[in-house]
């Protein structure tokens, strides 16, 4: 499976109320577990036939088991405003405001970025993701603390 394809796939199971979600192509494994997971356990287990999909090339290294959204993920704690936007981490894994240790940071409070920026990355199994923007404004707040954890869909920055 592509990278997109397991992202698609985790919003898909987010949104149900499914527990938990195992996916087989060829020798690559993806779960995916909510929080309904251990409410779950030893409940009735459905099977289905999922659909057939064009067949993307597959890497022999082990697909990595993205989380659900923990409950108590951060979120601001400052009261919302209607018109602050939030980018989200697309993934779990650990969050760097730049490229490198001697590298400036991608952006900063007060920088106005496009749709398609690069602000930040997340290192997940020894990857490296460029974060790309989705929305166009202006910084506003970072939430995150360089080389921190993240959970997927943490919010990272508040955008005006």
């Known amino acids: 499976m592509t990278y997109k394809e397991i992202q698609e796939l985790i919003r898909q199971v987010s949104k149900s109320d499914l527990a938990e979600v195992k996916v087989k192509d060829g020798d690559s494994e993806v779960t995916i577990r909510t929080r309904h997971y251990s409410e779950n356990k030893g409940g009735q ?4 036939q999922a659909p057939a999909i064009a067949q993307p ?4 290294t ?12 951060e979120k601001p704690a400052e009261p919302k ?9 697309p993934m779990v894994g650990t969050f760097y405001r730049s490229s490198g240790p001697d590298k400036p940071a ?12 690069v602000v930040c ?3 997940a199994m020894k990857l490296f993701n460029e974060i790309e923007s989705e929305v166009a404004g202006t910084i506003v707040k970072i939430m995150v ?3 921190s954890p993240v959970e997927y869909d943490q919010v990272l920055f508040l955008v005006e």
Do not use: W
């Not at 989380?67 to 108590?72: G, S, T, V, W």
């Open 145 to 147: 603390e360089d080389a």
């Open 62 to 73: 082990p697909a990595a088991t993205p989380q659900a959204p923990r409950a108590d993920a």
């Open 81 to 89: 405003s209607s018109n602050l936007k939030e980018i989200r981490s």
């Open 45 to 48: 287990v459905i099977y289905s």
């Open 121 to 123: 990355i997340i290192e």
């Open 106 to 117: 991608y952006v900063k409070p007060g920088d106005t970025i496009s749709a398609g920026s």
């Open 57 to 60: 090339s597959v890497s022999t």
